[in-house]
């Protein structure tokens, strides 16, 4: 089945800084790649998703880039806010072993310091 | 309701009783997983249902745990002789399956505690 790893699991950035945070996936045929943020005590919601006909998608001072060769993808947040302050999952959805299965990445959590 | 809805919200429970925990998936949803979460730590995958397919039961920890789904709807997670390495929030999730936009959907979680 799929298998997704997920770096870094602790990000600290001062505010307005950048952050970055990487996801590999094993499962050649997986097409479909989103992110959830979970902010502490609340429930996991996506926030930026992206399938495999696009390299890179964007939403305001969210960004995700995809590369299908080498199996990776990324979520990139710009001009970070306190707000953004929360765990960050990837996954991907493979089609070997379990079927049509999202797998989760172990998650980043992301501190945006004062 | 509109989005996906668990219950009980919270469970105490003593060692070695079983508990029952219930997901109610948004209307036409066929895929819903069961995912625990130890505090601090990542989404643990226990059971995906999608459709009428059989099960990937691959992520169940042991054969104390099992969950059930009657077609589309309901699911529910059942954990036999509590020890307290069960104590998690259980999140359920559901979505529109391969075929839709593939958006997961989590409920609010059970928070259960063995005491």
């Known amino acids: 089945g799929e298998n997704v790893e997920q770096h870094p699991s602790t990000l600290s950035v001062q505010e307005g800084d950048s952050a970055v945070i990487k996801c590999t996936y094993s499962?050649?045929?997986?097409?479909?790649f989103p992110w959830y943020k979970q902010e502490l005590g609340k429930r996991p919601q996506l926030i930026i998703d992206i399938r495999s006909n696009v390299g890179e998608k964007k939403d305001q001072r969210i960004a995700v880039t995809l590369n299908k060769t080498a199996k990776h993808f990324s979520l990139h947040i710009t001009e970070t806010q306190p707000e953004d302050s929360a765990v960050y999952f990837c996954a991907a959805r493979g089609f070997t072993g379990g079927g049509n299965k999202l797998t989760f990445g172990t998650g980043t959590q992301l501190k945006v310091e004062l | 309701g509109a989005g996906v809805s668990q219950s009980p919200s919270n469970k105490v429970t003593e060692k070695g009783k079983d508990v029952e925990l219930r997901c109610d998936p948004i209307s036409g949803h066929t895929a819903l997983y069961w995912y625990r979460q130890r505090l601090g730590q990542g989404l643990e995958f226990l059971i995906y249902?999608?459709?009428?397919?059989?099960?990937?039961k691959s992520g169940l920890p042991s054969d104390r745990f099992s969950a059930e789904r009657t077609g589309e709807s309901v699911s529910t997670l059942t954990i036999q002789r509590t020890q307290q390495e069960d104590s998690a929030v259980y999140l359920c999730?559901?979505?529109?399956?391969?075929?839709?936009?593939?958006?997961?959907?989590f409920g609010e979680g059970s928070r259960l505690t063995v005491l």
């Open positions: 499962d050649s045929a997986s097409n479909y």
């Open positions: 249902f999608q459709g009428n397919s059989a099960p990937d």
């Open positions: 999730a559901s979505s529109f399956g391969p075929s839709g936009t593939g958006e997961l959907f």
